[in-house]
């Protein structure tokens, strides 16, 4: 129900913008998350909006860098990454959660999109 799109690979200093489609869902009642993980480590929190497009909010080691957005008419929400950095390689997944709580509690998220690989080389 959530398909992510727009990885890729590109030098340091580039820009990817990642995209992620939901269907079967209300995604106006959902806030979104975007999770990134490389192989042998956690799934690791990156940025969350909340269901209103409100509140963006992104951890510190992509804040200026990243930003999410969403569009509630189109059902899909956004992730525009400028300046990217080899240690920002990972296979990037969206998420939707109903419930509010903790942004980078995994557990909380309903669904979850099938990843979409980004791979920054210096």
């Known amino acids: 129900q959530l398909q992510a799109s727009g990885g890729g690979s590109v030098q340091a200093g580039g820009s990817l913008r990642l995209s992620c489609s939901a269907s079967?869902?209300?995604?106006?009642?959902?806030?979104m998350g975007w999770f990134r993980q490389v192989p042998g480590k956690l799934r690791e929190y990156v940025a969350t909006?909340?269901?209103?497009?409100?509140?963006?909010y992104l951890v510190d080691r992509v804040k200026g860098r990243f930003t999410i957005s969403r569009d509630n008419a189109k059902n899909t929400v956004f992730l525009q990454m400028n300046s990217l950095k080899p240690e920002d390689t990972a296979v990037y997944y969206c998420a939707a959660a109903r419930a509010r709580g903790l942004y980078n509690d995994v557990s909380r998220y309903d669904y979850w999109g099938q990843g979409t690989q980004v791979t920054v080389s210096s």
């Open positions: 909006i909340r269901a209103s497009g409100d509140s963006p």
């Open positions: 079967g869902l209300i995604f106006s009642n959902y806030e």
